[in-house]
């Protein structure tokens, strides 16, 4: 590794880019299939109601964000040739895609009890297996570089690469819904292939983003590790706000099929309203790193979710004689989506540097597997609410026309919900503590740390501090 000075004055090559990039569309090849799909799956094909579906995802997604703070401490623990995080993404991937092709393998064979038995086993293992794989992932940009911008553009890559797997899998797997006269058959051989190709962009991944910032505590213990976060305003600030957010974001992608086949009454627009929000999603990706230059992280992400927030109305509200309307929410919705998510992760970044200036260790799993438990949260409260709201709004599986009461409650997941719960996630960030201008300060101190004696460093208050974080007398 080099120098902290090296690594935040260093640009990362084209390359990286597209290498980190291709780890984020690997991970959605897994995660975004289940987010999608899954709801779907369990109540046409396999026979499980909304509202059972609903307990399963809040239950399996609330013991998932535990287990996430379980996946970081065990990657802050980690230390080997390849770095701290590269590794997982060679050898906890495989395990993950094969339980993908678990998830949608349902036995036929089972009874009604047994099928929910195993829906629980296969997605909690699922699950855990995803955090995995998706915290040394996310931490591993903070190891590439401290440079702000080349945050901003390696969190803008992920992003893209997660919009360009959202609109295939939407097509492939709309297609199949469709047409497949055997779609359990279907599924399983499509996630078959799906483990081919994510392999293939784990090990790009592997062989492109390399480690390159330098830390004074390579295995952070649990003590130290617990005082990082605990310290870290900003991250507890950046998890609470994540939590709504993935609440709103969740309940529309659970729903957004739903959505095309009654609301508008046409199966086939589900793909252009996922078509329009992804193009709205990229478009963000792109102008993020712009904006970001120009007003700040904080104020891009207010934006944002003001941008999502309309959407979000607009699709409540849109008539499904009018499928235009809700075309454009959907798009809106999408633009507004995009811009946070990419900051999410450029701003999570940013907290680690603030975690070492205040404690003097640097515990990046530990810091997303937060960010994880509070997405983690916000996922299983969206999608197990959604579900909820159809099943008690009278949705009948795999009927071809809905009572206006369904209707009406899938208006609500889809498009109230995610305004509703937008509108306090910007609120907290009005108080997020952590501006571009602080975090290059705190940048700086920590480089003047690594060139110091551990008793010379000075805390923010002006006394000093050991590496570990105590203040000395």
């Known amino acids: 590794m080099t120098g902290p000075q090296g690594a935040q004055a260093a640009k990362l ?32 094909v396999v026979g499980i109601s909304a509202t059972t579906a609903g307990t399963l995802f809040l239950v399996v997604r609330a ?23 590269r590794p997982y993404l060679l050898f906890a991937s495989l395990p993950l895609l094969l339980l993908l092709v678990a998830l949608f393998s349902v036995p036929g064979g089972l009874s009604e009890g047994g099928a929910l038995v195993y829906a629980y086993v296969s997605y909690a293992l699922f699950s855990f297996a995803y955090g995995l794989v998706n915290i040394p992932y996310g931490s591993l940009s903070t190891a590439m570089t401290q440079d702000p911008d080349e945050r901003s553009k390696l969190s803008s890559a992920r992003v893209l690469a997660t919009n360009v797997v959202i609109l295939l899998l939407a097509v492939v797997v709309a297609r199949q819904i469709a047409t497949s006269d055997d779609l359990q058959q279907s599924l399983t051989t499509l996630t078959l292939v799906l483990v081919v190709i994510g392999m293939a962009l784990y090990a790009f991944t592997f062989a492109t983003a390399k480690e390159r910032v330098q830390r004074d505590v390579e295995k952070a213990s649990l003590r130290q590790a617990w005082d990082t976060v605990k310290k870290n305003k900003p991250l507890l600030r950046l998890g609470l706000s994540s939590i709504l957010f993935l609440c709103g974001m969740f309940a529309l992608e659970t729903t957004s099929i739903y959505y095309a086949r009654y609301v508008l009454d046409n199966a086939g627009l589900y793909v252009v309203l996922v078509a ?69 992760w450029a701003l999570v970044a940013d907290t680690v540097e603030y975690g070492e200036w205040k404690t003097g260790v640097r515990a990046e799993g530990a810091t997303y597997s937060v960010l994880s438990l509070s997405r ?12 909820y709201i159809i099943g008690l709004g009278g949705y009948q599986s795999g009927a071809a026309i809905q009572s206006d009461g369904t209707l009406t409650s899938i208006r609500i997941a889809a498009g109230a919900v995610p305004a509703l719960v937008t509108i306090p996630a910007i609120a907290i960030m009005f108080s997020y503590p952590l501006t571009e201008k602080k975090f290059r300060e705190i940048v700086a101190a920590i480089a003047q740390r690594h060139d110091r004696r551990p008793s010379d460093d000075i805390g923010e208050n002006g006394q000093g501090e050991t590496k570990t974080g105590r203040t000395r007398p």
């Open 63 to 85: 013991w998932d964000g535990i287990g996430d703070v379980i996946a970081g401490r065990i990657v802050d623990r980690t230390s080997t040739r390849w770095g701290k995080y």
């Open 276 to 344: 329009v929000q992804v193009v709205g999603m990229l478009a963000a990706t792109l102008v993020i790193p712009t904006t970001v230059s120009k007003v700040g992280k904080r104020t891009s992400y207010i934006a944002g979710g003001a941008i999502a927030v309309l959407g979000g109305l607009i699709t409540a509200v849109a008539p499904g004689s009018i499928p235009a309307i809700a075309i454009v929410g959907f798009g809106i919705m999408g633009l507004g989506i995009g811009a946070i998510n990419t900051l999410i």
């Open 376 to 387: 983690k949260f916000g996922q299983a409260i969206g999608a197990a609410a959604a579900a």
């Open 13 to 44: 090559r084209p390359l990286q880019y597209i290498g980190y990039g291709a780890g984020d569309f690997a991970n959605n090849l897994a995660f975004s299939m289940a987010s999608m799909f899954l709801l779907l799956y369990y109540t046409d």
